[in-house]
Every structure is written in structure tokens, then in C-alpha cells.
């Protein structure tokens, strides 16, 4: 069974641009969560997303978005990029809709660089 | 308020040397805690999980760890640590109706040959 798969590996951005991220999860799972790692920060959670319907949202601002299509899909983007996005953004997926209850299967991430 | 803190950013161990790194958390209702391990370049495994019942919780690679309430700690341990577990450690809670999980900052973990 293939991983979880985050498309593209690597990307560079300038100031003002906007980004869009893929994440497709482990086949027959149904939920997909997003993290943006950075260096002394540690994983800051952006949002997360079950069944096509965002459940919950970290303390990031609007420029930040996100959705997940009926295959479970997601993409998340990013508006007016500026240079504090530039980082690696993680997706995870479970199968079913509660962490406690399961694990996190973390793709490699995307790796953000804004210049 | 939720959070987690690792309280060490970097330890270098000898290989065959014992381990353990420290985790606390701050969390208003009982606490599921998580030990995921990040080696350069990957995305994060998980190693260990506590929900409830024994303290005391045995992981994938000879890890483990012990759940300590009234200490709000949650530490990671190894008798004896491999060239291979040089990596980047990170310590998780997080609970409820939700897949959202709080993370601490990480323990980058170096092994001296």
C-alpha cells in the first residue's frame, strides 16, 4: 500500500506569490491533517479535514486554506506569500476520524522556501 | 492553555549508552500522548502511543515509555541507543473528538560511535 504521497517535494516562492500544496493519503483513509514544521518551532497545526468538511483550524491567518476533495484528497494554499511562510508543511492521514483512536501516517512534506 | 515542552533541543548519547528524553505537557483533559521520531528528510512514525491503563508503554525500535500524572511527564526512554537512532524526537498530546495534535519543539538526538 503506498504512503502517504505530498506533492511537490520542494518549491520556491517569491514574496506575494501564492502556493498550492498537494496531499493524496494512504488509500481508504479518510482523514487529512496539515502541519507546518520550522525550525525551533516545532509542528504548528494548520487545519484538518474528514469526509470533504474542515473540523478544525489552528491560530494561522486566513492566508492560509485548505479543502478535501471526495477521494480524500486534500490541497492546501497559501496566499500573498510572505518570506515567515517559507517552511516544510507536512500532511497526515488516518483512517478514520479521531487521532487518539489511531495513528498519524506523515507524508515527507513539501519543503517551502519563499524568497 | 495546551502545550508541550521538551525541555532539551539537542543530547548527544554514546552508542550502547541509555537514553531518555524528557517531555511535559499542560492539558485541561486527560491527556493522549505520543512519541513520533523524524529522521532527516522523512515525514514523522510514530514509536509510542498512551491512552490509558499501564504507565509504563513499550514502542516499535526498543523504545519506551512512562506515563507519570502527578509529574505531567511523559519521557522516552532506551536501554541502549544504535548509530541508527540518530534522529529528531518529537513528543505529542492531544485528546477528544479531533485529529489535532499539539506537538513540542523536538529533541534532535546525535549518537556518538
Known amino acids: 500500500k503506498a504512503g502517504v504521497t505530498q506533492t511537490p517535494r520542494y518549491l520556491i516562492k517569491t514574496r506575494g506569490q501564492q502556493v498550492t500544496l498537494s496531499c493524496s493519503p494512504i488509500?481508504?483513509?479518510?482523514?487529512v491533517s496539515w502541519y507546518q514544521q520550522t525550525p525551533g518551532q516545532g509542528l504548528q497545526f494548520l487545519f484538518e479535514?474528514?469526509?470533504?468538511?474542515?473540523?478544525n483550524k489552528g491560530n494561522f491567518p486566513g492566508r492560509f486554506s485548505g479543502r478535501q476533495f471526495s477521494n480524500s484528497r486534500s490541497e492546501m494554499n497559501v496566499s500573498t506569500l510572505e518570506l515567515g511562510d517559507s517552511a516544510l508543511y507536512l500532511c497526515?492521514?488516518?483512517?478514520?476520524?479521531?487521532?487518539?483512536?489511531?495513528?498519524?501516517?506523515f507524508g515527507s512534506g513539501t519543503q517551502l522556501s519563499v524568497l | 492553555a495546551q502545550s508541550v515542552t521538551q525541555p532539551d533541543i539537542h543530547i548527544t548519547v554514546s552508542e550502547g549508552a541509555s537514553l531518555e528524553l524528557r517531555c511535559n505537557y499542560s492539558y485541561g483533559a486527560t491527556p493522549y500522548l505520543f512519541w513520533y521520531v523524524q529522521s532527516p528528510g522523512q515525514g514523522l512514525q510514530l514509536l509510542l502511543k498512551y491512552f490509558s491503563g499501564d504507565t509504563l508503554v513499550q514502542g516499535i525500535k526498543g523504545f519506551e515509555a512512562e506515563f507519570k500524572r502527578s509529574q505531567s511527564s511523559f519521557n522516552l526512554r532506551k536501554p541502549s541507543v544504535h548509530w541508527s537512532d540518530a534522529a529528531e524526537y518529537f513528543c505529542?498530546?492531544?485528546?477528544?473528538?479531533?485529529?489535532?495534535?499539539?506537538f513540542g519543539t523536538g529533541t534532535l538526538l546525535a549518537v556518538q560511535p
Open positions: 505529542a498530546v492531544g485528546g477528544g473528538a479531533t485529529n489535532k495534535l499539539i
Open positions: 479535514y474528514f469526509s470533504e468538511t474542515q473540523r
Open positions: 497526515a492521514s488516518t483512517p478514520g476520524a479521531f487521532a487518539t483512536n489511531e495513528k498519524l501516517f
Open positions: 488509500s481508504g483513509h479518510r482523514s
